[in-house]
């Protein structure tokens, strides 16, 4: 499990189609099968430990939660931040207050392809 802050100063700035302070952060390429999904979870929300299938993003887009792994205790996230989970990482999710988020997973996603770092 790897966290990641997606942060402004990272973007890039758009001024194409006469945009005007737009700044975008590319989040990866990949040219093969990817399922994006939105999560959310009310207050106590859980997604239960389990192994993940394949490489798997989890971008926070409102509130803050947690994560862990079976090798690691809780760690904080909330929005702007991104957990990046390897294929078969047993981990959990929990959001005391609530949490929205985006999942994108691919078997062909790694830590090195992302964009916003």
């Known amino acids: ?3 990641l802050d997606i942060k402004r100063a990272n973007a890039i700035r ?3 189609f006469d945009s005007l302070d737009f700044y ?3 989040i990866t390429n990949i040219n093969s099968k990817v399922m994006i999904n939105i999560a959310n979870l009310d207050s106590n929300g859980v997604i239960g430990s389990h192994k993940a299938p394949v490489n798997q993003l989890l971008i926070v887009t409102n509130g803050e939660g947690k994560v862990r792994t079976n090798m ?3 760690i904080p996230i909330s929005i702007n931040q991104a957990v990046f989970f390897n294929a ?3 981990h959990e999710t929990r959001s005391d207050t609530g949490m929205v988020a985006i999942i994108i ?3 062909d996603l790694n830590y090195d392809s992302l964009l916003i770092e």
Request: glycine share 6%; hydrophobic share 35%; proline share 6%.
């Open 24 to 26: 975008i952060n590319r």
């Open 105 to 107: 997973e691919s078997p």
């Open 72 to 74: 690691t205790d809780f």
């Open 14 to 16: 758009v001024d194409k």
């Open 88 to 90: 078969g990482e047993v």
């Open 1 to 3: 499990m790897k966290i």
